[in-house]
């Protein structure tokens, strides 16, 4: 009679089951499902906890450079709890670096931001201002680094990469912040949850591709270039393919189709 029981009692369950199959219309990944939250709030908190802490430098002169340059990038977690600069009126936290010795010019310096956020769509990126400064630290060029996204097969090659270039003999220290126009940019994303569902993530761009704010805090890697970043930083997508004529119709412009040829026979046309 036991035995009866449990056999009828794990029908009824698959029948429910199965019964319930219907209104399941897709898997959505959790990384990828729509935060229950207001996805600007950890942002805005962010931005205000930057605003309200006490700045320690304000001239590139009083920076502590004491840190060595990474011989490969190294991971730096900036936000709560980091020193804040206050330059041009604008609060950053920041790194200060100096440089190696006797280095064979030109050589780069590798760069890679973390998304910072429990989900995609609402994830925010640290994009990273770079000074070079000489002896007397006075700069000698700065840069708004361009992040481009790379997903790779491991967390070493998958984030927001850039690069800068070293090529002056004056060169000694290195200061990466985030400037005003950085902490108020966005990078180009291909990566959209749009891709797995429609109204489960938020209506999101249905292309395929959207763009990451930029924020005051996050994980930022920062060191020589090496080949795994180098690799990462050269074939990173930095923005959205301009559209071409297809394939085909380029082809035909550089090679010698079989079928141009027959055609060119069939219309009776023949080359000079």
Known sequence: MSS??????????????LGGCHSVKVLIPPNLRPPSEDSGDALKL????????????????????????PWQPKKFTLGS????????????????????????LPYRVALKSELNGRWLHSSYLFAPTVVLLDGGFQPIRS???????????????T????SFTIDSKQARY????????????????EQSPA???????????????????????????????????ADAVDNAVCGK????????????????LPWSTSSNKDNGSHPE
């Open 4 to 17: 009866r029981f449990a056999t009828i009692a794990g029908a009824l369950v698959l029948t429910a089951l």
């Open 81 to 104: 709890g980091s020193m804040v600069a206050n330059l041009s009126g604008t609060h950053s936290y920041f790194l200060a670096f100096r440089l190696p010795a006797n280095l064979k």
């Open 159 to 162: 984030g927001a990469f850039g």
């Open 195 to 229: 891709a797995f569902s429609t109204k489960a993530t938020l209506d999101m761009n249905p292309t395929g591709n959207f763009s990451i704010a930029h924020g005051p805090n996050g994980v930022l890697w920062v060191g020589m270039m090496d080949k795994t970043y």
């Open 241 to 256: 393919a301009t559209q071409g004529d297809g394939v085909i119709n380029t082809l035909r412009t550089t090679l010698p």
């Open 46 to 69: 962010a931005r205000k906890q930057l605003q309200q802490a006490t700045p320690c430098c304000s001239s590139f002169a009083d920076f502590s450079y004491q840190a060595m340059l």
């Open 143 to 157: 840069a708004d680094i361009t992040l481009c996204e790379h997903m790779g097969w491991s967390d070493e090659t």
């Open 174 to 189: 290195l200061l990466v912040y985030s400037s005003a126009a950085q902490q108020s940019g966005k990078t180009y994303w």
